[in-house]
């Protein structure tokens, strides 16, 4: 099994920026996307970055130019930057990764954090 591990939330001013890691660990034998969704309270669930194996990135519209997804592959890591932070950005962030425990296609699975909180507030 793949855990990930959160951490980097907190409460920052609107306008500020904070960084959040996501690390996994456990046995694997391919991480493919890895990523963040996030919840707001009364809301869904939305994606807010992925990233690839390959490191292809993909945004919401709602942080394009704001937050940057990376990953590091060697340390099964992946980062959020989150700058020019907005009210409407608090939420609590969720990492996800896709793995393969195996080269048999019906061993891939998702994981999930268990979440962590981005509060921006003056």
């Known amino acids: 099994q793949v855990q990930l591990v959160e951490s980097g939330g907190g409460l920052v001013q609107p306008g500020g920026s904070l960084r959040l890691s996501c690390a996994a660990s456990?046995?694997?034998?391919?991480?493919?996307?890895m990523g963040w969704y996030r919840q707001a309270p009364g809301k869904q669930r939305e994606l807010v970055a992925t990233?690839?194996?390959?490191?292809?990135?993909n945004y919401a519209d709602s942080v394009k130019g704001r937050f940057t997804i990376s990953r590091d592959n060697a340390k099964n890591t992946v980062y959020l930057e989150m700058n020019s932070l907005k009210p409407e950005d608090t939420a609590v962030y969720y990492c996800?990764?896709?793995?393969?425990?195996?080269?048999?296609?019906?061993?891939?699975?998702?994981?999930w954090g268990q979440g962590t909180q981005v509060t921006v507030s003056s």
């Open positions: 996800y990764s896709f793995q393969a425990v195996s080269a048999a296609p019906s061993d891939r699975y998702t994981t």
């Open positions: 456990g046995k694997f034998f391919i991480l493919f996307n």
């Open positions: 990233i690839t194996s390959d490191k292809t990135t």
